[in-house]
């Protein structure tokens, strides 16, 4: 009776159960989470807030009809997960960008929101497994966990590989062994599985996005140049395919007795809460370690003690410079190759001058962006290029003086 029981309530799970589609499809869409929202931003030119807005209308939607469902269907399943990664994504890009919001607080901030979310998620339903999402309660647990992981990646990612200069490639390697010892620890050193299946979903999070952006950055900036474009489009083809699979299949939809699970984790409550607290303990002396490592390592390359970034942005003038000589000419091509040239330069001295004046280095980054967006445009307007390049190399000269 039992049994049976178990498998009824499994049947009427409202996510997928856990199997090596599940990660592939995971790591899929939160690669196409980083992608499609610069696709939108820039290549549309629809901007950062109001890429915002549309993805967020469209998560909700999807949302809505997750939560009318009364039992796991992949394509609504994963149409919610890759909208929520690109909501996700535009959270904390618009805190940084828009807002200014220091990556390090974001960071800490959605860590907290997560654990917060986290305790009382275990309070109130005993568990945080999701072999039992089958009340609305838990599904909002589930929701919430899911859209702070998504947050808090981006901005785990962003720091990491961006403002700490690791670069995107590097960041990624670096995810992977940790994701690869977290797998061994579940498989040989009895990590607890609840615990080891959240740890790798957060990571997967930054290996999706140094994917992305390793397949779509031009060569320039040390990407295979595909493009955000062609990117989104080969991982959401891939997406459909599996999600048609996994319909058909009923692969990830199997119900399996979780009884043994159930009970071992009911008697070994102290040995969970000496897991947790010692993976909470190793992350963080790893994340402020590497990340004091990185900082002074930055710092002093500054060996002269700046503090204003005068007389630091002569290349960025020059290069402004040279695509609204571009620009007025309407030779795109050209000023496109240079938009190129302005990222890869902007992103390999971002470490460097953001520390030295982080605030004005948050708003040149604001400007270029609009820079990129008009000139990446599908069809640049040539007043609306002509402007963003005038109001950037304005307050690129300011800061100069």
Same mark, same amino acid.
């Given at each position: ?14 996510v ?6 599940f ?7 939160t690669?196409? =989470?980083?992608t499609f929202? !610069?696709?939108?931003?820039?290549? $549309? &030119? %629809? @901007?950062?807030?109001? /890429? ?12 809505f ?7 796991y ?5 994963w149409?919610?997960v890759?909208l929520i990664?690109v909501?996700?994504?535009l959270?904390?890009d618009?805190?940084t960008d828009n807002?200014?919001?220091?990556l ?5 901030a959605?860590?907290?929101l ?9 309070l109130?339903e ?5 072999h ?5 309660k838990?599904?909002v647990?589930?929701w ?7 947050a808090? =990646?981006?901005?785990?990612? !962003?720091?990491?590989?961006?403002? $700490? &200069? %690791? @670069?995107y490639?590097? /960041? ?10 977290v797998f ?5 050193w ?16 930054p ?17 295979l140049?595909?493009?955000t474009?062609?990117t989104?489009?080969?991982?959401l083809i ?12 009923k692969?990830?939809a ?9 009970n071992?984790?009911?008697?070994n ?5 000496a897991?947790?607290?010692?993976v909470?303990v190793i992350? $963080?002396?790893? @994340?402020?370690?590497?990340?004091h ?6 710092a ?8 204003t970034?005068a007389?630091?942005?002569n290349?960025?003038?020059?290069i402004?410079n040279?695509?609204l000589?571009?620009?007025n ?5 050209t000023?496109?190759?240079d ?15 953001r ?6 280095w948050t708003h040149i ?6 820079v ?5 445009s ?10 963003a390049?005038s109001?950037s190399?304005q307050?690129?000269?300011?800061a100069?003086?």
């Amino acid at each position: 009776m039992q049994n049976h029981s178990n498998k009824m309530t499994i049947s009427l799970n409202k996510v997928p159960q856990i199997t090596i589609f599940f990660w592939i499809i995971k790591i899929l869409c939160t690669t196409v =989470g980083e992608t499609f929202a !610069d696709f939108i931003n820039f290549n $549309l &030119g %629809l @901007g950062l807030t109001l /890429t915002t807005v549309i993805m967020g209308i469209a998560f909700f939607i999807a949302l809505f009809f997750q939560f009318k469902a009364n039992k796991y269907i992949p394509a609504i399943y994963w149409i919610t997960v890759v909208l929520i990664s690109v909501f996700g994504t535009l959270v904390t890009d618009n805190l940084t960008d828009n807002i200014g919001i220091p990556l390090e607080v974001s960071t800490v901030a959605f860590s907290i929101l997560l654990g917060i979310t986290f305790l009382f998620w275990y309070l109130s339903e005993k568990t945080l497994s999701i072999h039992s999402i089958f009340t609305t309660k838990r599904e909002v647990f589930y929701w919430l966990t899911i859209l702070f992981t998504f947050a808090l =990646g981006t901005a785990i990612g !962003d720091l990491y590989s961006e403002q $700490l &200069g %690791l @670069g995107y490639l590097n /960041t990624g390697i670096g995810v992977i062994i940790i994701i690869a010892l977290v797998f061994f620890a579940y498989r040989f050193w009895k990590l607890n599985g609840v615990l080891a299946f959240w740890i790798a979903y957060i990571l997967t999070r930054p290996l999706g996005a140094s994917l992305g952006d390793y397949l779509s950055q031009s060569k320039v900036n040390g990407g295979l140049g595909f493009g955000t474009t062609i990117t989104s489009i080969i991982f959401l083809i891939a997406i459909l395919a599996i999600i048609l699979f996994l319909a058909i299949s009923k692969m990830d939809a199997t119900a399996k007795d979780e009884s043994l699970e159930t009970n071992s984790n009911h008697t070994n409550h102290k040995y969970v809460y000496a897991q947790t607290i010692s993976v909470l303990v190793i992350s $963080l002396l790893i @994340g402020v370690g590497s990340y004091h490592w990185r900082s002074s390592d930055i710092a002093s390359q500054n060996a002269t003690g700046q503090t204003t970034l005068a007389h630091q942005l002569n290349e960025f003038v020059t290069i402004e410079n040279g695509m609204l000589t571009a620009v007025n000419k309407n030779d795109f091509v050209t000023a496109k190759k240079d938009a190129d040239e302005l990222e890869n330069q902007w992103d390999t001295k971002e470490p460097a001058l953001r520390k030295i004046d982080s605030a004005t280095w948050t708003h040149i980054d604001g400007t270029i962006d609009v820079v990129l967006a008009a000139i990446r445009s599908a069809h640049p307007d040539h007043n609306q290029s002509q402007t963003a390049l005038s109001d950037s190399l304005q307050t690129i000269n300011t800061a100069n003086k």
